[in-house]
């Protein structure tokens, strides 16, 4: 049997290198093994940390073109929306009846999200999101997820739901499957986790002068000895393992090759590199960018699959736990 892999990302902003080493090319790569490819745009998961979701037509727009520039495949991916798959969420209901509140509190990366959250008191939305997360997952039946390391709770939580829902109502669902991605976090051009809030995310969408000055910035330090060495030169092992991973190639023998030139050879070298590498994801999404009718497509076909089978499994837990009238 083929793997359903389902997985998906928060509307948010634009994807960077981060994203496309921890899970873009992963996803790419099952799809070329033949995995039947489910891709949630979480639209509904984005108020969990936010009063208000802005701008989510523009956001949406960006995040179908970097995953298309990604490599995904328009034909073979069902991309699909929280907010356009009503049955989906009709799911959540049931499902909140399985698990405790204490459950839910104890959540290591919820606890750790309403400790960096935007809104001034934690909504419902926010303790409950891992439970809507199982219904994502569940409603076509994934059997893999693959995710980074702060999602394996949430997967957790989505094996517990489907177990107890079996146990009390009859065989509905599988028992998903957490597939953690193997690249190790990838710092940003300050030498700490690359992301988006800290300013220090190379976009994919980014331009060849964007990459270049964000390169030119990143935090170094006054040996020209290049090495890599992560725990003692965050910021240079950075710029390191970006190249290496770019490259393919061992993080050590890139720093090796620079050697003495310090680091202004060793910013030439990393824009380089991953100008070069991010040419043809930028061509692909300037492509996919004149046609964003043919884009919006690709999410609307996505939506229609998703919504046929969360008819099909909603009607069958209805049928499972004796609510068809
Ligand atoms: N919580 C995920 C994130 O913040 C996004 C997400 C929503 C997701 N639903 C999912 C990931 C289902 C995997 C499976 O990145």
Do not use: W
């Not at 996803?27 to 033949?34: A, F, M, P, S, T």
């Not at 639209?43 to 701008?55: G, I, K, M, S």
């Not at 907010?83 to 750790?112: G, H, I, W, Y």
Request: glycine share 8%.
């Amino acid at each position: 049997m083929t793997a359903r892999v389902l997985t998906g990302d928060r509307p948010t902003g634009p994807l960077h290198l981060g994203h496309y080493f921890g899970t873009l090319r992963n996803r790419v790569e099952l799809q070329q093994r033949g995995a039947d490819m489910f891709v949630i745009v979480a639209d509904y998961q984005v108020l969990t940390d936010r009063d208000v979701a802005e701008r989510l037509r523009e956001t949406v727009d960006g995040l179908l073109l970097d995953y298309l520039a990604a490599g995904l495949d328009p034909e073979g991916t069902t991309v699909f929306a929280h907010s356009a798959v009503p049955a989906l969420n009709q799911l959540v209901l049931p499902f909140l009846s399985l698990v405790s509140v204490p459950e839910l509190q104890r959540n290591p990366t919820v606890k750790d999200e309403i400790q960096h959250s935007r809104q001034s008191s934690v909504s419902g939305l926010m303790f409950t999101y891992p439970v809507h997360q199982a219904a994502d997952i569940l409603f076509c039946k994934g059997t893999l997820v693959p995710v980074g390391q702060d999602q394996m709770p949430h997967i957790e939580v989505t094996r517990t739901v489907a177990r107890r829902f079996n146990e009390r109502y009859g065989p509905v669902f599988p028992i998903p499957e957490g597939l953690l991605s193997v690249a190790p976090v990838l710092p940003g051009t300050d030498g700490k986790k690359m992301s988006k809030s800290r300013g220090n995310a190379i976009a994919l969408s980014a331009t060849p002068d964007e990459t270049a000055r964000l390169i030119r910035g990143a935090t170094t330090d006054a040996d020209r000895h290049i090495t890599y060495d992560p725990s003692v030169r965050p910021g240079v092992s950075g710029l390191v393992q970006l190249a290496a991973l770019c490259l393919d190639r061992d993080p050590h023998e890139v720093a090796a090759e620079i050697g003495d030139a310090g680091a202004a050879a060793l910013k030439r070298t990393v824009t380089e590199v991953v100008n070069e590498f991010l040419a043809p994801m930028r061509a692909r999404r300037a492509a996919y960018a004149k046609d964003l009718d043919t884009v919006r497509k690709v999410l609307r076909r996505g939506n229609e699959r998703a919504n046929e089978l969360a008819e099909q499994t909603l009607a069958e837990v209805r049928a499972a736990m004796g609510t068809v009238y």
